[in-house]
């Protein structure tokens, strides 16, 4: 079944991005578990307050519904999601890839990153997305490359140092 599309709103919708690692992709796939495991209780109790007759004012069944809406929305989402997934395969080598962890230098400071798929980012822990400003740009170089990227207002500079 297609993921119906919706016309976009402010943001739009973002296409998904099908690279992650393999632990990702577990907690993906229990979470689609969960989801599936509690269908089945969200449709008997749509059925049970459907009984009660009058749906116009019956609150508890709109309220239902519009759980079990969610649910098999979610289900969609996840099943999609996994069907379409690339595992990253994490390895070391001498050019920036996905999975790669990278020392950068700028400002005289140095930052550790990992460049992994879209759906785990975290800019706090230091995993960013291949798609980033900062992520593209280092995508294919080496170590003592330099990168330049250009923000609003200024330049920044970003020496490789590391790639493990």
């Given at each position: 079944m297609r993921i119906p599309y919706r016309k976009p709103g402010k943001f739009g919708q973002i296409p998904n991005d099908p690279m992650m690692t393999k632990e990702k992709f577990k907690e993906l796939e229990n979470k689609l578990a969960k989801l599936k495991h509690i269908q089945p209780q969200a449709a008997a109790e749509v059925s049970r307050l459907a009984e009660l007759g009058d749906f116009s004012e019956n609150t508890e069944y709109q309220m239902a519904k519009g759980r079990l809406r969610g649910i098999n929305n979610s289900i969609l989402k996840l099943?999609?999601?996994?069907?379409?997934?690339?595992?990253?395969?994490?390895?070391?080598?001498?050019?920036?890839?996905?999975?790669?962890?990278?020392?950068?230098?700028?400002?005289?400071?140095?930052?550790?990153?990992?460049?992994?798929?879209?759906?785990?980012?975290?800019?706090?822990?230091?995993?960013?997305?291949?798609?980033?400003?900062?992520?593209s740009a280092l995508m294919g170089r080496e170590v003592g490359d330099t990168v330049t990227i250009k923000l609003e207002n200024r330049e920044m500079k970003y020496k490789i140092i590391n790639i493990s």
């Open positions: 099943e999609n999601q996994l069907n379409q997934a690339q595992i990253i395969n994490v390895g070391t080598t001498d050019t920036v890839q996905l999975g790669s962890k990278v020392t950068i230098e700028f400002e005289n400071k140095q930052k550790k990153f990992q460049i992994l798929g879209s759906a785990e980012t975290d800019p706090k822990k230091g995993i960013i997305s291949h798609n980033s400003p900062i992520g």
